[in-house]
């Protein structure tokens, strides 16, 4: 009931997590009068599409007008925007796992994060964070925003690496194919196809691994002293 509530003002969740992996729902409502404890971070994931949505970055989030235009913009990239004030903007992308979508018709979400605070937008349904949602459900979730903003990307190039695998094994496939019967000829279709999903799997890969090895160098002091080496590890997966 409450997240049908929620709904209804462009807010997909709202959770105050606890520090320890759990997590409790929060109403729109009583977003003006919270106050978090030290242990906790606030994430207010939101549909980027939804009116109300615009309507409370601008005029209740606290954001620049600046950071409010950049996640609200039609057309974004990958890319990490230091703020003032230990802040950041960082934009992210995964491939599209919903129902009848082409997996290289990328999914992106846009996070505004700072000590204590995620805001992430998105347009469509994005499996990662859904994953989250559950990992908080089950008491084994991320404990900060910085493990957040982490778990994010992990989640992300997870799902990337899946595709990936199965890009290589249709292409083993084929030549296994050619080589065994030289009449062979691989349809022009599945060919063009490997090549799509090819492209489009470059276009985001290179500007992604850029922003991970940014992270990994970052000295936020609300980083961890491990997220560098997170960070790190989520960029040489990206380069493989």
Request: with cysteine.
């Amino acid at each position: 009931m409450l997240e049908e509530d929620n709904a209804q003002w462009g807010l997909v969740h709202a959770l105050v997590l606890d520090g320890q992996g759990g997590a409790r729902p929060l109403a729109r409502t009583a977003l003006a009068d919270l106050h978090l404890q030290p242990h906790e971070s606030l994430w207010l994931h939101w549909d980027r599409s939804h009116p109300q949505t615009r309507s409370w970055l601008l005029q209740q989030s606290g954001l620049s007008e600046f950071a409010c235009d950049l996640l609200l913009e039609e057309n974004t990239r990958p890319r990490l925007l230091p703020q003032a004030g230990e802040q950041l903007l960082l934009f992210l992308r995964g491939v599209n796992l919903n129902p009848g979508a082409e997996p290289e018709d990328m999914v992106s979400v846009r996070i505004h994060a700072q000590a204590q605070r995620v805001i992430s937008l998105r347009l469509r349904p994005l499996r990662a964070s859904d994953e989250i949602l559950q990992q908080l459900e089950e008491g084994r979730g991320p404990k900060s925003a910085s493990e957040l903003l982490l778990l994010m990307g992990e989640l992300l190039t997870e799902k990337v690496q899946g595709l990936v695998s199965d890009l290589a094994e249709w292409v083993d496939l084929e030549e296994e194919k050619v080589e065994s019967d030289e009449r062979y000829t691989p349809e022009q279709g599945s060919l063009q196809q490997i090549r799509r999903r090819a492209a489009g799997l470059r276009r985001f890969l290179a500007p992604q691994r850029d922003i991970y090895a940014q992270l990994s160098r970052s000295k936020w002091s609300w980083f961890c002293d491990a997220d560098a080496d997170y960070w790190n590890e989520l960029n040489n997966s990206l380069i493989r």
